[in-house]
């Protein structure tokens, strides 16, 4: 972390933010065996992309997981959580089940949209899960918006709208950054910057130098940086941010420094082109948010090295199992293409049987 | 004839034309130093420098409003989409200031600027990154698109695209990017607007753009081989400007067409051919014009259904069956 990106001045141990203090070792050790339930799931997920069992894109977010089970852990009942096509970390961590979200990636009738989305496209409504977008920073009106509706409802509530560090270049965020200071809307922006986009780094797209959620300030908008790898960092940060979009419905700019150890997806074959392995090798090795959070709770005396290797364990175990049930289940039947276009349709209306819905034969 | 792929195809046709017109320059997301995220530019930003090649931050409307603003001065931008689903966040200046300025200038203002990328299904992107917009570009007068099925015919309309005063939307299809034709080393330049008969026939005309061609081929094969049937296959290669004299000699020679279309069906490009049909060659035809297109929905992304969803050779023959 550099110095002149942190609002902070002094080391800080986030492990006594309030929000951290308060935890017990039963939660400590949930995130975890969740931050593991990521990796394991997109370690499978890999496997099967590479033996053709999956098509399209596999966006990884390994590396990464403490950002989302970090923000993701502190939502409540009207929080809700927008985000990019690398949207597995935040899908399982809203809970979501693994097994419809490994049946998805398999293009099965069971996966969560009905294997119809694919890796890029999870929803979960219920789980106040607004997606999976495939279109940079398409999202980021949309996270406005859910802030908007919190508002409108008069509820206490807030959006965490998740972006990355080559998101931030585009108007929609920009127009949603002003309309929501504008307007005073509860959205916390949290660009995950794992400081590339595809194989641009941030020196070759950012025409502020010193970090992205500084142009915030642009429109009066409130902002910090937290560092990725300190999942307690993550925690304080964002609650702060939570705090002022609940009791002051205020916006909030949250860049949290991160990595991503694979390509920009599996299928990036420049992934060791634009950045040394040395590179990849030094985050993984000093800097993984997983095995960093492990340590601390071995130190903390919450885990002993035995117990983190028995939740692991189990981990891999039901990321089997749901891989066993996405192989099992069946493809969609081909006249489900035509389901999920129109909801009057769907739900056979008067209005959706008035008129023609559907072209061709 | 060497044979070469669709990419390198294009790229020989950037390649020639940034030497030989100082005013050509690429522009788009990670079309230099990562060599483009398809490759098509690979090697370009070493060969010819920064000011040539340049590499974009995500941010299309502004990237592609700029190339806009400098072809109004005479620089003749080749835009790069890493894929043309993204066009959609530059829409408002493709449709509206590439595609209106001229006419709103009373033809003082022209925009010879190529925007250019992948636009295709049947790749399990899903509906956000599979959208074929060549419909929805040509209803829109002022702008042009062209949409090449072979190595061949992306080079020398890339040439022509180019040396265009006007805009032009080029659509390449990733399926074909690695996929080799016969090219001749001499230059070669394809007029817009000129179809192109891509099997010759007597029975049955199938009328097709970009890969729905190389789908339309191969359903003559199976016409050919199992029915008898001898089809002849137009490749409309540009949708806008129309070789409607083209559309309008197959028909008259076969009195038959089946439309193959990757776009939906409503109001996709086959609907506009099947008006022209209708309209101007009503007395030669012995049967009523079929459309094969993408079946009308979003594009999903199950491996297993997406193949059907698109046209398939099989679908062609069942509809050619029906009017032979
Ligand atoms: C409008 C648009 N342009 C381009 C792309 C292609 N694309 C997908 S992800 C990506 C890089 C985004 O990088 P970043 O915002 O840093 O997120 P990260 O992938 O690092 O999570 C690009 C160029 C797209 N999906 N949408
Ligand atoms: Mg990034």
Redesign the interface.
Known sequence: MSETKTAATEPVDYARAEINSALGAAEKIRFFSEMLRIRRFEQTALKYYNQGKMGGFLHLYIGQEAVALGTVSLMGKNDHVITAYRDHGHALAVGMDMKACMAELLGKATGCSRGKGGSMHYFAPDKNYWGGHGIVAGQTPLGLGLAYGVKYKGLKGCCLCFLGDGAVNQGSYHESLNLAALWKLPVIYVIENNQYSMGTSMERSSAMRNCLAERAEGYGIAWDVANGEDFYEVRAKTWNAIRRAHDESLPFVLEVDTYRYYGHSVADANAKKYRSADEIEHYKTHHDPIRLWRKRLVDEKVLTEESADEIDAAVKQEVAEAAQFALDSEDPAPETIFEDVYWEVDNQTEVGQTGRHFFGD | MPLITYRTALNQALAEEILRDENVVIIG??VA???G?YKVTEGLWERFGDKRVV?A??????FIGMGIGASMLGIRPVMELMFW??A??AWDQIINNAGQVRYMSGGLINCPIVIRGPANGG???????SHTPENFIANTPGLKVVCPATAYDAKGLMKAAIRDNDPVCFMENTLLYGESWEVPEEEYVIPLGVADIKRAGTDVSLIAHGRAVLTALKAAEILEADHGIHAEVLDLRSIRPLDEEAVLATVRKTHRAVLVDEN???CGVSAQIAATIQEKAFDDLDAPVQ?V?T????S???????P??LPTPERVVIKALDIC
């Open positions: 997301e990670e130093q990562y060599n995220a590499d931050p995500i941010s299309e409307a502004g689903s993204f959609y966040v790749t399990n992107v899903g509906a956000t990154h939906k069906p409503f459309r297109c079946l009308d929905a979003p999903i992304y199950s491996p297993a259904l997406e059907i969803q």
